[in-house]
């Protein structure tokens, strides 16, 4: 089991407020986290990420966005984050993006519900489940479902590129204090 198959939408305050309560009372709450996620210029979708439990590499096959990737991801002890900058920097790649984000994840019906603020991105929730490839179509038609229920519009992908194109030429910026 390892293609994330994924939906998300972009969500008002409002509505991420709502989502929190709902979960919270209909889910199973897992934990609350604050990641930073450095995104690097390489051909395939490269990253690293310091979160309050570890830090991590991973890569995520095919294009950002997709319903369903490959997913290819290594634990490091927290403290280790810089130490996975400077080998990165060291082997070549520049960081291309910085994301700063506050997680909420649940377990609902046997699905992962994440409620993400990012700054200078948005409010976002993100239905995953993990599968293998065969039943990567039904994980995905189940998650479509499981947004019509929580009466939210899957946000096009086109929306989602626009916005990350403008978020990654625009993120030191977006998130000044």
């Known amino acids: 089991m390892d293609i ?3 939906v998300r939408s972009f969500v008002s305050k409002e509505k991420y ?3 929190l309560k709902f979960f919270k009372k209909e889910g199973h709450f897992i934990n609350e986290d604050y990641q930073e996620t450095y995104y690097f210029n390489s ?3 490269l990253r690293i990420q310091r979160n ?3 830090s991590k590499i991973w890569l995520k096959k095919g294009k950002i ?5 490959e997913e290819i991801e290594i634990k490091f002890h927290k403290d280790d984050f810089e130490k996975l900058e400077r080998l ?3 082997l070549g790649y520049d960081i291309e993006i910085k994301w700063f ?10 699905i992962d519900i994440m409620l993400d603020y990012t700054k200078g991105y948005n409010y976002i929730i993100e239905l995953e489940k993990m599968s293998d490839e065969t039943g990567k179509e039904k994980a995905l038609q189940l998650l479509k479902e499981k947004l019509k229920i929580l009466d939210i519009k899957e946000t096009p992908k086109e929306v989602f590129n626009e916005a990350y194109e403008n978020y990654r030429k625009n993120w030191k ?3 000044k204090d």
Do not use: I, P
């Not at 984000?101 to 046997?110: E, L, M, N, S, Y």
């Open 4 to 6: 994330e198959v994924e």
């Open 17 to 19: 407020e709502e989502l």
């Open 43 to 45: 051909v395939e979708d």
């Open 52 to 54: 309050n439990f570890f």
């Open 65 to 69: 966005h997709d319903d369903y990737r």
């Open 88 to 90: 990165f920097k060291a």
């Open 101 to 110: 984000r506050t997680r909420h994840t649940f377990k609902w019906d046997d």
């Open 173 to 175: 910026e977006l998130t």
